[in-house]
């Protein structure tokens, strides 16, 4: 291959104003961004699975660590009051484990989509910033509690 021959046009496509078409162009013809090709929204779906695993394994380990350290304080009568007291803030604890784990499982399918077709999804990728945005608000409400 030549260096100084112009790469051939293929599939691309805008991460930030959605442009997509087959072309050589490495900057957007709309915004000027730079331009993905299907290899490398292949490889960001590959690192998307990866992290989205990870994520969701990582969550789930504490929130089971969480309930046993919550099942064994309960046989203690004392601390079992003290737990009940406290059931609002641990209903929002684990509404956001939960939320934490969608949005792991979430970066799993984005990413499965991605690595298959080599193209962004642009509904998954709404419903990811819906489940982020979701995140942010359960972790400002949890925040009142503390
Ligand atoms: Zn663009």
Request: positive net charge; charged residues 15%; proline residues 5%.
């Amino acid at each position: 291959m030549d260096p100084n021959m112009p790469a051939p046009p293929e599939y691309r496509e805008c991460f930030k104003c959605w442009y997509q078409g087959v072309t050589a162009a490495e900057k957007c013809p709309r915004c000027g961004r730079p331009m993905h090709t299907s290899s490398n929204i292949r490889n960001r779906g590959i690192l998307n699975i990866v992290v989205g695993l990870f994520l969701a394994g990582f969550m789930s380990v504490i929130a089971l660590w969480v309930a046993m350290m919550l099942t064994n304080a309960m046989k203690n009568p004392e601390s079992a009051k003290k737990i009940n007291g406290e059931s609002g803030f641990l209903l929002a604890v684990y509404a956001l484990f939960a939320l934490v784990i969608v949005f792991g499982l979430h970066s799993v399918v984005i990413g499965a989509f991605q690595a298959i077709t080599g193209r962004r999804s642009r509904v998954l990728i709404w419903i990811m910033w819906a489940l982020l945005f979701g995140l942010l608000f359960a972790g400002g409400f949890l925040r009142a509690f503390l």
